[in-house]
């Protein structure tokens, strides 16, 4: 069974800090990868999108991704304790690069 | 542009029941996913849809069941319902034309359905 792995939390970090998240996975076909950010009571929202090996950066968070090692990160630089939410990493493969493995998410409390 | 955008929000239903959930995607995308959101079982994979015909399926019963129409917009629908289908059902849309795609997925607010 396809498995997506991530620490539950919570993470707690002060403001101003990174935030380091992590991600396994078990599917070595896996080919997608994506970060999405929820918010209690609210939908999942998409942050971050990766495909290929290496580091992907946008604004203040950095997506990391390393296939030979089946690690996905994602790096937030100076938090914000707005940034407190839970993260969702997912995964897809060679059954459908629209069905998303979900892992069970990361709680991330920024601290004031 | 608009976002996705799903009805109803709310639903309460009771076992044995049927329930018709609708997705309305984003303008321009054309390929419909939706997901199942519980907190014991998290965020799993229904099914996907592109050009009004089923792409993907995952690993739900067959009371489950979906369909999308010629303008992309797409409907769900539970049969029989059961105490453990109470969830948040998650609709999501993404670009793709012809051999162009996209497969980042924008989800909608979701519609919280409640078996009795």
């Known amino acids: 069974q396809k498995e997506v792995e991530q620490n539950s939390g919570p993470l707690s970090v002060p403001e101003g800090a990174i935030a380091s998240l992590n991600c396994t996975y078990s599917d070595r076909v896996s080919q997608s990868f994506f970060w999405y950010r929820q918010y209690s009571g609210k939908s999942p929202e998409l942050i971050m999108s990766i495909y290929s090996n290496g580091d992907k950066e946008d604004g203040r968070f950095t997506a990391q991704l390393n296939k030979a090692s089946q690690y996905v990160s994602l790096l937030i630089r100076d938090s914000q304790p707005s940034d407190s939410a839970t993260y969702l990493c997912?995964?897809?493969?060679?059954?459908?690069?629209?069905?998303?493995?979900f892992g069970s998410g990361t709680r991330l409390q920024v601290q004031p | 542009k608009a976002g996705v955008t799903q009805t109803p929000r709310y639903l309460i239903k009771t076992r044995g029941q049927q329930v018709t959930l609708s997705c309305s995607p984003i303008?321009?995308?054309?390929?419909v996913s939706w997901y199942q959101q519980t907190p014991g079982q998290g965020l799993q994979f229904l099914f996907e849809?592109?050009?009004?015909?089923?792409?993907n399926k995952g690993n739900f019963p067959g009371r489950f069941s979906g369909r999308q129409f010629s303008n992309s917009r797409s409907e769900m629908n539970v049969s029989t319902l059961e105490l453990g289908d109470s969830a948040l059902y998650l609709c999501a849309s993404s670009w793709t034309s012809g051999r162009l795609s996209s497969y980042e997925q924008y989800f909608g607010p979701g519609t919280r359905l409640t078996v009795t």
């Open positions: 303008s321009g995308h054309r390929s």
């Open positions: 849809y592109f050009s009004e015909t089923q792409r």
């Open positions: 997912a995964v897809s493969g060679d059954t459908g690069r629209r069905a998303l493995t």
